[in-house]
């Protein structure tokens, strides 16, 4: 690393480093792909969680692009490290901005795809799209007949246009031409206060840890605050993660009251880098609402700082978890600008105050329950929402019959928007 590295912004799950290659580390640069795959190789070998694990000889002209470079060389483990434009990448995760329709997708079964969310301000919210509403097809094709859904709403670029024919809840049909644009997402979809016998509860849906998110929250929780919230159930359903700073204010604000100054998480690093470890603590909240315990509703979508959430509460309250098991990404990755791109290995993996971690498979569910997809969110009627109220009243849970989600339905989901940056973003 060039001495003229410096320490720039924190975001996903740790921090981003400023990264330029200094040439004359390449004795015969040749061409840009070449050099900036060098680059990739060497900032690998010192940071990467799994640094020992790489093979000692890489041909970094085998592969075709440095994504593909950074996919070829990673540990079976590690399905996240990749590469992504510099622009599209802080526009998210700093400002909140995304090129896109503004929605997100659920296939209920192998060719039933609803939409699962809608930003508000977004053309699909505007197009007056929203939770439960049905693709029938997608550019005059049949659902079936598609085998890469992220394939056929086209490149990430202002401008591109798809044609979607929708079933509404009431049954019509509509055809609509929705346009890419750069929008401005909400990362809280919903809230609303509801009643489990003498039990007032705070529903809230939060699917972005974005750095604008950390306002939403605040009012949201300052209006669970005013209405006498004592029970909160967390909806992450979707949440594919992103900034620690984010999960650090949310649980803050959620762990009961005299936390201040323990630790949340913890980073460790790989043996090269062991002298970068620390314990991440509760800051003082601005708002806490000192709960006992807390219902958080996930699926095989919840990831990376949703997961940190549930595990590093655990220590400190009683977490339930409704839906199905996480994603299962206990690690997390520093960020490194590059030409226009940032270069994303995973670097470090976290544990909760009693060193628990490597949840590779997920955090397992206590209550298995399917995601209504085509109730919206806040009815008391929704599958996981229902048995949340439901345990907060009766201190158990129901005797709904459960089962797991099917497992290729499952996979089917987290294939649905690819891997990199757009697996974190979880949306179109």
């Given at each position: 690393?060039c ?30 792909d ?48 990749y ?25 209920v ?17 505007k ?47 509509q ?28 529903y ?7 750095e ?67 314990a ?32 590093g509460?655990?220590?400190y ?44 498979d ?17 009815d008391?009627?929704e ?7 439901y ?38």
């Amino acid at each position: 690393m060039c001495n003229n590295s410096s320490l720039s912004t924190i975001v996903l799950l740790s921090l981003f480093l400023v990264f330029s290659a200094c040439r004359q580390r390449f004795v015969e640069p040749t061409d840009f792909d070449t050099q900036f795959k060098n680059v990739v190789v060497e900032l690998m070998r010192e940071w990467y969680l799994w640094n020992t694990e790489m093979p000692a000889d890489i041909d970094v002209s085998r592969y075709a692009t440095p994504n593909d470079l950074i996919r070829g060389i990673r540990n079976p483990q590690d399905r996240w490290s990749y590469i992504e434009d510099e622009i599209s990448y802080f526009q998210f995760f700093e400002a909140g901005q995304l090129v896109g329709y503004g929605m997100g997708l659920r296939f209920v079964s192998a060719n039933e795809l609803f939409i699962s969310y809608v930003f508000r301000e977004s053309p699909a919210g505007k197009a007056g799209l929203e939770r439960g509403d049905q693709i029938l097809s997608i550019n005059g094709k049949d659902l079936a007949s598609i085998s890469n859904i992220a394939a056929e709403f086209g490149e990430n670029r202002v401008g591109v246009l798809t044609a979607l024919r929708i079933r509404k809840a009431n049954g019509s049909t509509q055809e609509l031409n929705l346009v890419k644009e750069n929008l401005q997402i909400n990362a809280v979809l919903h809230r609303s206060v509801h009643q489990a016998g003498t039990r007032k509860v705070g529903y809230l849906v939060f699917n972005n840890f974005v750095e604008t998110a950390q306002e939403e929250l605040k009012q949201t929780l300052s209006y669970f605050q005013q209405e006498g919230v004592n029970e909160v159930v967390l909806d992450m359903r979707y949440n594919g993660g992103g900034r620690i700073s984010v999960a650090e204010f949310l649980a803050s604000a959620l762990v009961p009251a005299g936390n201040t100054g323990n630790t949340f998480i913890n980073y460790q690093h790989n043996a090269q880098k062991s002298a970068e470890n620390q314990a991440i603590k509760f800051k003082a909240p601005e708002v806490n609402l000192n709960l006992s315990r807390l219902v958080v509703i996930a699926t095989g979508s919840t990831a990376s700082a949703s997961e940190l959430i549930i595990s590093g509460l655990k220590p400190y309250m009683q977490v339930i978890q409704i839906g199905d098991n996480s994603y299962g990404k206990p690690v997390g990755s520093y960020a490194w600008r590059y030409q226009g791109q940032v270069i994303v290995p995973v670097s470090l993996e976290m544990t909760n105050a009693k060193g628990e971690g490597r949840y590779f498979d997920g955090l397992p569910a206590d209550a298995l329950r399917p995601d209504d997809v085509r109730r919206n969110f806040g009815d008391p009627e929704e599958s996981c929402l229902k048995e949340a109220l439901y345990y907060l009243q009766h201190g158990g849970f129901s005797t709904t019959p459960s089962a797991r989600l099917d497992l290729s339905l499952r996979q089917q989901n987290q294939d649905l928007y690819g891997q990199g940056f757009r697996a974190e973003v979880q949306a179109f």
